[in-house]
């Protein structure tokens, strides 16, 4: 089956640092361009960073750009998202996706950051 | 990175067919073919409906279509179904391996 699962989500102060994870199954983990996409509580879905297959290009949203990491471990079938300097305007779910024909193809089903003091 | 434009709500009776516009600019929508569109139900992670404009993934109904003209793309749902009830929203590459999306449509049916 094919899979993505994020972790590593929770309660954070404002100004404080987290890790997601994401564990990919069930494809060919190291071929695929992959993507982290948060929504806020309520709000719409925004495109947060990407990461090409080999980790040699790696792209990020104006509002995250220095403060946000992607990376990846290919053996290990994995994704990351750094996060530090968090703000309150970075609650969300964030979720991990996998790239085909230039889209979304594969989901995770997300795990929820919450900054707040 | 600005958002592409989406109609907040659109309704319809079962049976019928509905349409979902998406606008952006000239140097997203209109520029190139990677639209997509994904179906999101409450409580779940979206769903990828649409890639490249037109196409459908493996398992997608072919009630669900999709096309463009100049800076909008739109997603039209025939046969309108219950279960066809949810958020959809609509994604465009804009350069140098970057996305946005749309601030998404919800969908009623009546």
């Known amino acids: 089956e094919v899979q993505l699962v994020e972790s590593g989500g929770g309660l954070v102060q404002p100004g404080g640092s987290l890790r997601l994870s994401c564990s990919a199954s069930?494809?060919?983990?190291?071929?695929?361009?992959m993507t982290w996409v948060r929504q806020a509580p309520g709000k719409g879905l925004e495109w947060v960073a990407n990461i090409k297959q080999d980790g040699s290009e790696k792209d990020y949203v104006d509002s995250v750009k220095g403060r946000f990491t992607i990376s990846r471990d290919n053996p290990k079938n994995s994704l990351y998202l750094q996060m530090s300097s968090l703000r309150a305007e970075d609650t969300a779910v964030y979720f991990c996706?996998?790239?085909?024909?230039?889209?979304?193809?594969?989901w995770g089903q997300g795990t929820m950051v919450t900054v707040s003091s | 990175q600005s958002a592409l434009t989406q109609p907040a709500s659109v309704s319809g009776s079962p049976g019928q067919s509905i349409t979902i516009s998406c606008t952006g600019t000239s140097s997203d929508v209109g520029d190139y073919k990677f639209v997509s569109w994904y179906q999101q139900h409450p409580g779940k992670a979206p769903k990828f409906m649409i890639y490249?404009?037109?196409n459908r993934p493996s398992g997608v109904s072919n009630r669900f279509s999709g096309s463009k003209s100049g800076n909008t793309a739109s997603l039209t749902i025939s046969g309108l179904q219950a279960e066809d009830e949810a958020d959809y929203y609509c994604s465009s590459y804009i350069s140098s391996s970057t996305w946005v999306f749309g601030g998404g449509t919800k969908v009623t049916v009546l």
């Open positions: 490249e404009v037109t």
């Open positions: 069930g494809f060919t983990f190291r071929n695929y361009w």
């Open positions: 996706t996998a790239v085909s024909w230039n889209a979304f193809d594969i």
